[in-house]
């Protein structure tokens, strides 16, 4: 009797199938390559990752290693025909409805919109550069409840003047007709957060979200982000190059390095045990409070490899103290750790998770 022939499942089917019910994103195989005058340039290459209900997930590595195409990736603000699309799949589950993989959605459909925005936002860096300077602060908040909610004007302005109060804008009746260049870098970035809960997001993308502020400021928005991350129970993908804002907020950490995920973990394990030598390498490069005070900062020798030139094998043997043989011939393939994290690099392997070093 011939065997009926079931259908291959997809990856997103698959990925589908294999989330978790406290999982809101799951992101499998994801590879994101640019079309440039010197070649094509692979800026994310394989990356999996998979965001928890409630969770705040660091992703961090030096610029150009792919956090924010990743993020970029989620709410496919990538175009063509710099950015070919995305291949890979990114399983989104809705407040409504079965998990979509966004990857298959129009990129401005009707579908996609209503997810980018109200289900999903993202605040930037560069606040100044993406606020618009020739409207209000409380114009640009009202049109993003306009857009998503079915409200008047009047309504609007007061979720607007709501919502200013509540990431902690001084004078918000006074502040709500201001435009951004009267306003300091921590004022304009609480309204970038203001627009970006405008709906009541479930997950909220922050791509360096204190980077371009002072220390003090810095402060007092991780502190508001850590309230709404309690109050809302939305889930947080925490873009930085900062290892301490990650120890300050994130629940699990991905090390990123060439585009891809080097080691992802808990975050105390990750503090306390780091395993990739990338990772290690970026904590003797930051001064922290247990080195002795006369010890000196360690870099990590050599810098990045051009994107057009990835050295074969592990991309990091360029500038890693332990590269051997083995190295130079093979990429490293992801291997889970006792505590339940993955790391990618060949002292470490499915018969001795904890490595030789
Ligand atoms: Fe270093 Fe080799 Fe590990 Fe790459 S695989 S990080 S080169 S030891």
């Not at 609007?156 to 709500?176: D, H, M, N, T």
């Not at 009267?182 to 009541?200: K, W, Y």
């Amino acid at each position: 009797m011939a065997c009926e022939m079931l259908p291959i499942p997809t990856a997103s089917e698959y990925t589908m199938n294999s989330m978790n019910s406290d999982e809101i994103l799951k992101i499998e195989a994801l590879h994101v390559t640019f079309s440039t005058e010197r070649g094509p340039v692979r800026a994310v290459n394989g990356v999996s990752l998979s965001l928890k209900r409630g969770e705040v997930l660091g992703v961090v590595g030096e610029s150009g290693c792919g956090k924010t195409v990743t993020g970029r990736s989620i709410i496919r603000l990538l175009s063509e025909p710099q950015a070919q699309t995305p291949q890979g799949s990114i399983v989104y589950r809705p407040r409504i409805g079965e998990p979509v993989d966004v990857l298959k959605l129009e990129q401005f459909g009707k579908e996609m919109c209503h997810l980018r925005g109200k289900e999903i936002a993202m605040i930037f860096q560069e606040p100044m550069t993406s606020l618009t300077p020739v409207y209000t602060v409380g114009k640009q908040i009202m049109e993003k409840i306009l857009t998503h909610a079915d409200v008047d004007k009047a309504e609007a302005r007061a979720q607007a003047l709501e919502l200013l109060k509540r990431v902690g804008i001084s004078a918000p009746e006074q502040r709500i007709d201001e435009y951004p260049h009267q306003m300091s870098g921590g004022m304009r970035q609480r309204v970038m957060i203001a627009i970006a809960l405008a709906c009541d997001p479930q997950v909220l993308i922050a791509d360096e979200p204190t980077t371009a502020l002072d220390v003090t400021v810095q402060a007092q928005i991780l502190a508001l982000m850590r309230d709404l991350k309690s109050n809302m129970n939305s889930s947080i993908l925490l873009i930085t190059h900062d290892l301490g804002v990650i120890g300050e907020m994130a629940d699990s950490v991905a090390v990123m390095y060439m585009g891809r995920v080097v080691e992802y973990a808990d975050s105390v394990t990750l503090f306390t045990k780091p395993r990739h030598p990338y990772t290690r390498g970026l904590f003797r490069s930051i001064p922290l409070l247990t080195k002795n005070e006369t010890s000196r900062l360690e870099p990590i020798a050599g810098t990045v490899p051009e994107p057009y030139a990835v050295p074969s094998g592990c991309p990091f043997r360029t500038r890693c103290p332990h590269a051997m043989p083995v190295c130079e011939k093979h990429d490293p393939p992801p291997v889970v750790t006792r505590d339940g994290g993955t790391v990618r690099c060949w002292l470490y392997n499915d018969t001795d998770p904890e490595g030789s070093t």
